[in-house]
């Protein structure tokens, strides 16, 4: 690890691996405020209007890939990450903490590079004297312009599969014939516009994966998938929302009663690639993508 100025802030960790690089902010957070290849485009967006800022009880969104608990309850979820974070390293893993809140709830995100791959672990810990439902929400905030890419559930025969496969899960906002959607057989997409309206779905993903297509790059994050009556939101393990100035990717742990002391961790791979080899056609896209998300995972 080094220590750079990044964003305006003077105080950022960098990591690096091969010709990829993730900064993690040191003055507020935890936070991962860019992911890219060295001297390319950050895939995650940047707020300049908050750029540099640190202290006070105002939440700001900073950008980046950020952790949250869930469920989304305002005076817990949104409580404000401005303060310098606690970061120590061991055995290779960065960790970034978060100082404690109102809330008493610890949130910390390690990392490291596995090769190309960026492994992260998120932890959400109960320090106060209550027992805590929650379940660790992890949203990675991607640059604009871009299209969130993932799975349908794999495509049984009626005959075959009588049960239904996956919840997928609406918002009152959510509005399927917006054009920003595209609902595919084997794929679904949700492309970032200037559209002054937001939309969200959630889903369990049995594959794990989900990936955003922008700057010529292949974001693709994989995740833990969890069982559906254990997860937040009516049993998504992934998220995504978008509006007019970014396009979240989202996964989210399982639920759990933490008693005081007590931690919930869940984990996500990240994989940069150049899109040139993208196929064109949905079912090679999803081919494609299948085989990115397989070798994340190794």
Same mark, same amino acid.
């Given at each position: 690890?080094?220590?750079?100025?990044? %964003?305006?802030?003077?105080?950022?960790?960098?990591? *690096?691996? &091969? /010709?990829?690089?993730?900064? @993690?902010?040191? #003055? =507020?957070?935890?936070?991962?405020?860019?992911?890219?290849?060295?001297?390319?485009?950050?895939?995650?967006?940047?707020?300049?209007?908050?750029? %540099?800022?640190?202290?006070?009880?105002?939440?700001? *969104?900073? &950008? /980046?890939?950020?952790?949250? @608990?869930?469920? #989304? =309850?305002?005076?817990?979820?949104?409580?404000?990450?401005?303060?310098?974070?606690?970061?120590?390293?061991?055995?290779?893993?960065?960790?970034?903490?978060?100082?404690?809140?109102?809330?008493?709830?610890?949130?910390?995100?390690?990392?490291?590079?596995?090769?190309?791959?960026?492994?992260?672990?998120?932890?959400?810990?109960?320090?106060?004297?209550?027992?805590?439902?929650?379940?660790?929400?992890?949203?990675?905030?991607?640059?604009?312009?871009?299209?969130?890419?993932?799975?349908?559930?794999?495509?049984?025969?009626?005959?075959?599969?009588?049960?239904?496969?996956?919840?997928?899960?609406?918002?009152?906002?959510?509005?399927?014939?917006?054009?920003?959607?595209?609902?595919?057989?084997?794929?679904?997409?949700?492309?970032?516009?200037?559209?002054?309206?937001?939309?969200?779905?959630?889903?369990?993903?049995?594959?794990?994966?989900?990936?955003?297509?922008?700057?010529?790059?292949?974001?693709?994050?994989?995740?833990?998938?969890?069982?559906?009556?254990?997860?937040?939101?009516?049993?998504?393990?992934?998220?995504?929302?978008?509006?007019?100035?970014?396009?979240?990717?989202?996964?989210?742990?399982?639920?759990?009663?933490?008693?005081?002391?007590?931690?919930?961790?869940?984990?996500?791979?990240?994989?940069?690639?150049?899109?040139?080899?993208?196929?064109?056609?949905?079912?090679?896209?999803?081919?494609?993508?299948?085989?990115?998300?397989?070798?994340?995972?190794?």
């Amino acid at each position: 690890m080094e220590t750079v100025a990044y %964003g305006g802030w003077a105080r950022c960790a960098r990591l *690096s691996s &091969g /010709g990829l690089e993730a900064l @993690v902010t040191l #003055e =507020v957070g935890p936070r991962v405020i860019r992911f890219g290849q060295v001297g390319g485009p950050n895939e995650l967006v940047e707020y300049p209007r908050h750029a %540099g800022l640190s202290g006070g009880n105002e939440y700001r *969104s900073y &950008g /980046g890939h950020r952790l949250w @608990v869930a469920p #989304e =309850v305002p005076e817990v979820t949104y409580e404000p990450d401005n303060e310098p974070v606690l970061a120590t390293e061991a055995e290779g893993w960065l960790t970034v903490e978060k100082p404690l809140g109102p809330t008493k709830i610890g949130r910390a995100i390690s990392l490291r590079f596995d090769g190309e791959v960026l492994a992260l672990s998120h932890r959400v810990t109960n320090h106060s004297t209550q027992s805590l439902f929650c379940a660790p929400w992890c949203l990675t905030v991607m640059a604009t312009g871009g299209e969130c890419v993932f799975p349908m559930p794999p495509s049984k025969p009626h005959i075959e599969a009588l049960l239904p496969a996956a919840p997928l899960v609406l918002w009152h906002y959510t509005d399927m014939t917006d054009p920003r959607w595209t609902w595919g057989r084997r794929l679904v997409r949700l492309r970032q516009t200037d559209a002054p309206t937001p939309q969200k779905v959630g889903a369990w993903l049995s594959q794990g994966w989900a990936a955003y297509l922008n700057h010529g790059n292949v974001f693709l994050k994989t995740f833990d998938v969890g069982a559906p009556g254990r997860l937040p939101d009516f049993g998504c393990n992934f998220e995504t929302f978008t509006r007019h100035d970014m396009l979240e990717v989202e996964s989210l742990g399982a639920l759990a009663t933490l008693e005081p002391g007590e931690s919930a961790v869940h984990s996500e791979r990240w994989a940069l690639v150049p899109a040139s080899n993208l196929p064109r056609d949905e079912a090679g896209i999803s081919d494609w993508l299948e085989a990115l998300a397989d070798r994340t995972r190794a």
